[in-house]
């Protein structure tokens, strides 16, 4: 029968991925989700016994004495929260209309300022970071600017600021908005926004009831893809934020390198990737929903 | 011109275009002039085609009007009113695009019922009349179906719902029925034509199919490379071609270039390569002239012919059958080819001539037409 060498065939093909997955991906995970069900030893690792006040710490009862409540895990959680939201915000609102723009120049310059887009990745992430560092400092280069223009007689604090790590944030992963709403506004049939003002629609109206509708999937991949490494990232609030501006990454970073507290860590890795897992469930849902209408 | 005509004439026009140019820029550098001095009107209630070859800017002409282009010089007046600064949305025309445009993420109701709802037509106002044009097209109860659940004729249906619901005084139509096969074609220029009674606006209708454009329209415009040919009624264009290149483009019929000469009282026309053809009499000599033999105006010649007629000699090559009737393909001295398609004992003289055979046909020499002045070069 054909069926048997059809499934040799799908074996090779999926051998090759489900064994790196495997071992890359579902095993550390699985590693994970158990060591932050343990209790933490003394310098670092974990001793093997059922411990639940990881989640309790997460929520702001480090012990099981119900009086210590002290959400300050909680709030930084929010904190990374609200960030990773203003961020693809942010995003949203400088890329999508400048893929408007791109997408009505001509091939030539699509291709060119496309490309330039990615041309960040060509160097290190931390470099990129700390030129940042140089711009944003009180002897920086916006801060001699300005007072060189006099518009300011004092440096303004802006490094180590919620400020700063929001301008990282959205310069580190700008091209991941931009590339899917690109991708989206590009597809989008010219001939359909034509034909909206041909039946008395405004360009508000229009913009509105056409364009954003049919360009919501590329936003919602856009949205998704910045707000997951937003919410994860440490390199960004500790190279610009300093010590003030504490995210959920950088926290995770401590407990596994200087706290060495494997099961916090890890309860705190976990409760990232459930949230994750959420959105990105919600995700797929509103992408089938749209595949089904088009 | 017939007195309703006339009548019409004086009225304001629905549209007009002036003098419209419009060039764009071409990608491989250059310029393309897309409109090239375009003048025309359209009157209340007319049915108004444009006709003409891929490219001749019929799209470009529809764009103007509708506000999705600039012109680069002239002006186009709906109703009276120069246009130059409003915008498609403020324009009461509406189209039917080439290729529907319909918004693949509405369905059939809210594709139609666009129109009323960015004018702010309160929703039950706007879903009888939504549920009435789809009924009206034939599409009731079409509302909750998805453009991409319909076939190419229902689609088709859908943007003309969608195109008429705001009753616009002008309705443009950017060769709505190409994409149909051809009995379905047949039976919407028909349903059109009656919509277009029914709804009483004016209609102007872009085809390259020219047996549409005569079926159809009350006024044909030939479009050529950005320039109109002529403007006319279906029958001016059959009968009295204003140049070579709509001779050609409507109906069959072979042309024969060349000079008016002899004798007044037997006028001819002689072509480069020799050929003489009798043209009506009090043509004047001298001129360069083409003229224009249609297959019904040719039938096999009497016995002894008067001078009324003109004379071709001729080689049948094919005689085809049509059902109703037959067509004669022939073959001049001069290689180019005529077709006869005589009616009653004319076609009986024929059908008996087998082919190869050399035969004589003759038409009334004052019925084809003839242009005058300089062949073209179309
Ligand atoms: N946006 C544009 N940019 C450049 N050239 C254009 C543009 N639109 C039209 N043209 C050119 O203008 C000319 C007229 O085009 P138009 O679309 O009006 O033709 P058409 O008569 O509608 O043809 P068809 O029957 O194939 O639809 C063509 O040569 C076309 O290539
Ligand atoms: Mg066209």
């Known amino acids: 029968m054909a069926r048997r060498g059809d499934r040799r065939r799908l074996a090779l093909l999926l051998g090759p991925v489900t064994l790196f997955l495997g071992t890359c991906f579902i095993g550390p995970m699985a590693v994970m989700i158990v060591f932050s069900f343990l209790e933490p030893a003394l310098y670092g690792g974990v001793e093997w016994s059922f411990y639940h006040l990881n989640y309790g710490r997460i929520l702001g009862w480090a012990d099981s004495e119900w009086e210590s409540f002290d959400p300050v895990y909680a709030a930084i959680f929010l904190r990374s929260v609200r960030l990773a939201l203003t961020n693809v915000v942010i ?46 400092r009180p002897t920086g280069f916006l801060n001699s600017s300005l007072i060189g223009l006099g518009l300011i007689s004092e440096p303004i604090d802006i490094i180590f600021t919620e400020t700063a790590v929001l301008i990282g944030m959205a310069y580190v992963l700008l091209p991941f908005m931009f ?12 001939s359909l926004i034509e034909a909206s003002s ?11 009831r056409v364009t954003l509708p049919l360009t919501l999937p590329g936003i919602a991949a856009g949205a998704v893809l910045v707000f997951i490494p937003s919410l994860g990232n440490f390199i960004v609030p500790d190279l610009l934020g300093g010590a003030k501006v504490l995210m959920i990454g950088n926290l995770i970073e401590q407990q596994f390198l200087s706290a060495r507290n494997w099961p916090f860590g890890s309860a705190l890795s976990v409760m990232i990737m459930v949230v ?9 849902r509103q992408i089938g929903r749209q595949g089904a209408n088009q | 011109m017939s007195g309703e005509e006339e009548a019409r004439n004086q009225q304001t026009p629905i549209a007009e275009v002036r003098e419209a140019v419009k060039r764009f820029a071409a990608t491989e550098g250059g310029v393309i002039t897309a409109l090239d001095g375009v003048s025309l009107k359209v009157q209340p209630r007319e049915f108004v085609t444009l006709l003409g070859p891929s490219g001749c800017g019929k799209t470009t002409l529809l764009r103007v009007i509708s506000g999705l282009e600039e012109l680069d010089a002239g002006e186009v007046l709906i109703a009276g009113e120069p246009m ?4 498609p949305h403020r324009r009461p025309v509406n189209t039917v695009f080439q290729n529907y445009a319909l918004f693949p993420h509405l369905s059939v109701g809210d594709n139609v019922g666009y129109g009323l709802d960015v004018a702010g037509v309160p929703r039950r106002q706007r879903n009888t009349r939504v549920g009435e044009v789809l009924e009206r097209i034939g599409l009731g109860g079409f509302e909750p179906r998805r453009p991409d659940q319909l076939s190419g004729g229902q689609r088709q249906r859908v943007a003309l719902a969608r195109a008429i619901i705001n009753r616009p005084s002008l309705l443009l139509l950017d060769e709505p029925l190409s994409a149909l096969d051809r009995n379905l074609r047949q039976s919407m220029q028909l349903e059109l034509k009656t919509l277009q009674h029914d709804l009483g606006i004016s209609f102007l209708f872009v085809t390259h199919d020219q ?6 329209s009350d006024r044909v415009a030939v479009l050529n490379k950005g ?16 140049t070579r290149f709509v001779a050609e483009f409507i109906g069959d019929g072979a042309l024969f270039s060349g000079r008016i000469e002899g004798p007044t009282e037997d006028p001819v026309l002689v072509t480069g390569d020799g050929l003489r053809l009798a043209v009506a009499l009090g043509t004047t000599v001298n001129q360069v002239a083409t003229l224009l033999l249609r297959p019904e105006h040719l039938e096999a010649a009497p016995e002894a012919p ?36 005589p009616t009653g004992a004319g076609a009986q003289a024929l059908s008996r001539v087998a082919p190869g055979e050399l035969v004589r046909l003759a038409y009334r020499r004052d019925q084809p037409h003839l242009i005058l002045g300089a062949d073209d070069g179309t």
């Not at chain 1, 994750?276 to 797929?284: A, G, K």
């Open chain 2, 84 to 87: 130059t600064t409003v915008p």
């Open chain 2, 306 to 341: 008067d001078a009324a007629f003109g004379v071709i000699e001729v080689r049948l090559k094919q005689s085809v059958f049509l059902g109703a009737s037959r067509k004669f393909v022939c073959c001049l001295a001069n290689g180019a080819t005529v077709t006869a398609a």
């Open chain 1, 276 to 284: 994750m897992f959420v959105l990105i469930i919600f995700y797929l």
């Open chain 1, 91 to 136: 995003l949203l609102v400088i890329c999508y209309p400048a893929a408007l723009w791109v997408s009505g120049l001509s091939a030539r310059w699509r291709t060119l300022l496309v490309f330039l887009t990615t041309l960040p990745f060509f160097v290190s992430l931390v470099v990129r970071l700390f030129i940042w560092v140089l711009i944003l």
């Open chain 1, 179 to 190: 590339l899917p709403v690109y991708a989206s506004v590009e597809k989008l049939d010219r």
């Open chain 2, 227 to 242: 320039r109109i040919e002529q403007v006319g009624t279906p029958e001016a264009h059959y009968h009295r071609p204003a």
């Open chain 1, 198 to 208: 041909d039946l008395g629609g405004s360009p508000l109206k229009t913009f509105f």
């Open chain 2, 211 to 216: 047996e549409e454009a005569l079926t159809m």
